[in-house]
C-alpha cells in the first residue's frame, strides 16, 4: 500500500460562527420514481424484488455541490417503504433524511412523498437506499455529486466514470428472511450470493453469461464509484494485475492512496481510480467477504466482474486477482488506517478540543425467551433470542409516531431523553470470556440531546460479548465526522487521545468499528434535527444496535430546524 501526497493544498477555513452548511444552491431538479415490484432472475431462479422505476440497482441521481434536488416518490409496492439519501446532511432538514419512525412515519402502498435533498459540502460519491425493514437489499442506487461548475477535481480528470455496486441477493424474498429471523430470535439465513451492480458473477450457477463486464481502452483513467450496499459484511475487493487508487470516501477527498486491494462496509462509498495500464486482455474484479469472527456464520462465496481491454482477446481466460483470507483484520484495518483526508476549502474545521466526549460499547446481546416461546423454539445462543445494543440499551423503534414528529409537537411518550454517556457498566470489554450476566440488555427508546454548537467526541468501544463481537460499521445521519484514533483494546480516556490524529484525519459518515477495539470521531453539532446513529449490518440494527442524537436548535434563524414539508406520510391511514 503506497500513500502518494496529494498536490492539491489549500488551508482549512475557520472562522467564527462558521457552518459548513449553509450554502445557497446553485441549482434544483426534480425527479419522479415509482416503487414498485419488477421480475430478476439470479442464480437460476426468478423471483419479484421490489425497485425503484422497474430498475436493480435503482437510477442514479446525479447533482452538483450545493444543489437541491427533489425525489417525488409514489410507492406502488405491498409494503411500506421510505427512501435515506446517505451522506446527504441536509442541513436543518431531517424531515426528508428517511429512516422508519425516526425522521418520518413511512409512505404507505399508494401513497407518494416529495423527498427535497439539500447538498451542501458533499463532492464524490454517494448513495441512496431504502430505510425501512430489509427492503434496502434492492432498492438502492448511486449519488454522483460533482463539483461546483467552473471549478475541478482536485486530481486530473478521469476518462470515463462507472458506478461499481456491491450487493447481496437471497433466493428467498428478503421479507421473509427477516420475518423468519425476528421470530425466531436467531441470526437470518445467510445470503446466496454478492453482486457486482446486480450481477452475481461467473463463480455461480447460471451467471456467467450476465457477469457485468466493463470494457476499456488501455492508458486511460476510469473512475469507479464504489457502494458497498451489501446487507449484512464487510468486503475485499481487488482487480487483477491492478493496482487502485483511493481518492475520495463518503464523498470527501482523500490524499490519494494506491493499494491492490480495498476494504469497504457497509454503507460506505468510494471514488477509486482504475488506471488501464496493463497488457491488454481480460481481468477479473472480485470481491468477497471480510468476516473477523468464524463462530459468525456468513456468505462465504465470491462475486466478480471482467475488466476487458477492447483491443484484446475477448476469448482467453480472465486473470484473478489476489484478495486478503476472509479472517484477515490486519489487511482490512490496515487499508482503513492509511486513510487520511486531503484539505480542502468550505470542508468542517477539526474540533481541536472537545465539550463533550460519548463513550459508548457497541455489543451483541441475547434476551431470555418470552412468551409462550421455551428455549427449544429460540434460536440465539443456548436458547436465548438475539438482540444488540449500544450502552447496554437495546434500542427500540416507534410504530406509531416518528421521534422528529414527536420532537417537534411536543407529543409525549415516543422517546426518552438520557442516552448514557457512558458505559452503564465498567468491565474487561474485550476480554475473551466475559460474565453471562453481562449479555442481557434493557430494552429502551432513549436518545442523546445536544446544544446546538457542542464539539463532539463520540467513541465506540466494540465488546467481546455475543460470541466474541464482529466489526461494527456506525453511520451517523446528518453530519460528517472526522475519525481521529482507532485501536484494539479497552479505550483509555486519558492516553489514547494523546495519539490522536488531528493533522488529516478522514472525513467519513460511516466508521467501522474493529473487532476487540474502538474508534473515535469527532464533529460539530451544527446542524439541528434528529439524526439516526446505527450500525450498517442491517441484522445488528434490527436487533437494536442504534439511537438517535436531537441537536437543539441554535439562537439565530439560520441554526434553526425548517418546518416540515405540508405532504409528511400520515402514520394512518385516513378513515
Not at 106 to 114: K, L
Amino acid at each position: 500500500m503506497v500513500i502518494i501526497e496529494g498536490t492539491y493544498v489549500s488551508n482549512m477555513i475557520r472562522l467564527k460562527g462558521w457552518n459548513p452548511y449553509l450554502q445557497l444552491s446553485s441549482s434544483t431538479q426534480y425527479y419522479n420514481w415509482v416503487v414498485r415490484e419488477a421480475t430478476y432472475t439470479r442464480l437460476c431462479s426468478t423471483k419479484k424484488i421490489l425497485t425503484v422505476n422497474g430498475k436493480f440497482p435503482g437510477p442514479v441521481l446525479r447533482a452538483h455541490r450545493g444543489d437541491t434536488i427533489y425525489v417525488n416518490v409514489h410507492n406502488r409496492g405491498r409494503y411500506n417503504v421510505t427512501l435515506h439519501w446517505h451522506g446527504v446532511k441536509q442541513p436543518r432538514n431531517p424531515w426528508s433524511d428517511g429512516p422508519e419512525y425516526i425522521t418520518q412515519c413511512p409512505i404507505q402502498p399508494g401513497r407518494s412523498f416529495n423527498y427535497k435533498i439539500i447538498f451542501s459540502t458533499e463532492e464524490g460519491t454517494l448513495w441512496w437506499h431504502a430505510h425501512s425493514d430489509w427492503s434496502r437489499a434492492t432498492v438502492h442506487g448511486a449519488i454522483y455529486v460533482y463539483p461546483k461548475e467552473g471549478t475541478s477535481y482536485p486530481f486530473p480528470k478521469p476518462h470515463h466514470e462507472i458506478p461499481i455496486i456491491l450487493g447481496e441477493w437471497w433466493k428467498q424474498d428478503v421479507n421473509e428472511v427477516l420475518e423468519e429471523f425476528v421470530r425466531s430470535g436467531g441470526a437470518p439465513n445467510i445470503s446466496d450470493a454478492y453482486t457486482i451492480n446486480g450481477q452475481p458473477g461467473d463463480l455461480y450457477p447460471c451467471s456467467k453469461s450476465n457477469t457485468f463486464k466493463l470494457s476499456v481502452d488501455q492508458n486511460k483513467t476510469y473512475m469507479l464509484r464504489m457502494v458497498n450496499a451489501v446487507m449484512n459484511e464487510i468486503l475485499f475487493l481487488a482487480v487483477a494485475n491492478h493496482n487502485l487508487t483511493v481518492v475520495a470516501t463518503d464523498a470527501s477527498y482523500t490524499k490519494p492512496i494506491e493499494s491492490d486491494y480495498i476494504t469497504i462496509s457497509p454503507g460506505q462509498s468510494m471514488d477509486v481510480l482504475l488506471f488501464t495500464n496493463q497488457q491488454p486482455g481480460r481481468y477479473y474484479m472480485a470481491a468477497r467477504a471480510y468476516n473477523s469472527n468464524p463462530v459468525v456464520g456468513f456468505d462465504n462465496t465470491t462475486t466478480t466482474a471482467i475488466v476487458e481491454y477492447n483491443n484484446g482477446n475477448r476469448n482467453e481466460s480472465p486473470a484473478f486477482p489476489s484478495l486478503p483470507d476472509y479472517n484477515d483484520t490486519a489487511a482490512a484495518l490496515g487499508f482503513f488506517s492509511g486513510l487520511r483526508s486531503l484539505p480542502v476549502e468550505f470542508k468542517e474545521p477539526i474540533p481541536r478540543t472537545i465539550t463533550r466526549r460519548i463513550i459508548t460499547t457497541t455489543s451483541i446481546n441475547t434476551f431470555p425467551c418470552q412468551g409462550n416461546q421455551t428455549n427449544q423454539t429460540c434460536q440465539g445462543p443456548n436458547g436465548t433470542r438475539f438482540a444488540a445494543s449500544l450502552n447496554n440499551i437495546s434500542f427500540v423503534e416507534p410504530n406509531t409516531v416518528d421521534i422528529l414528529e414527536a420532537y417537534y409537537y411536543y407529543i409525549h411518550g415516543v422517546f426518552k431523553k438520557g442516552f448514557p454517556p457512558y458505559p452503564p457498566y465498567k468491565f474487561n470489554f474485550t476480554a475473551q470470556d466475559l460474565p453471562m450476566i453481562l449479555q442481557i440488555p434493557k430494552r429502551g427508546t432513549k436518545v442523546k440531546v445536544i446544544e446546538y454548537g457542542t464539539d463532539i467526541e463520540v467513541v465506540f468501544q466494540n465488546t467481546n460479548l455475543g460470541g466474541g463481537g464482529l466489526d461494527h460499521p456506525m453511520h451517523l445521519h446528518g453530519f460528517d465526522f472526522y475519525i481521529v484514533g482507532t485501536g484494539f483494546g479497552n479505550f483509555d480516556e486519558e492516553k489514547d487521545p494523546l495519539s490522536y490524529n488531528l493533522v488529516d484525519p478522514p472525513l467519513r459518515n460511516t466508521v467501522t468499528v474493529p473487532i476487540s477495539g474502538w474508534a473515535a470521531m469527532r464533529f460539530k453539532a451544527v446542524n439541528p434535527g434528529v439524526w439516526f446513529l446505527h450500525c450498517h449490518l442491517e441484522r445488528h440494527l434490527t436487533w437494536g444496535m442504534d439511537t438517535a442524537f436531537i441537536v437543539k436548535n441554535g439562537k439565530r434563524r439560520h441554526q434553526r430546524l425548517l418546518p416540515p414539508p405540508p405532504d409528511m406520510p400520515p402514520c394512518y391511514e385516513s378513515g
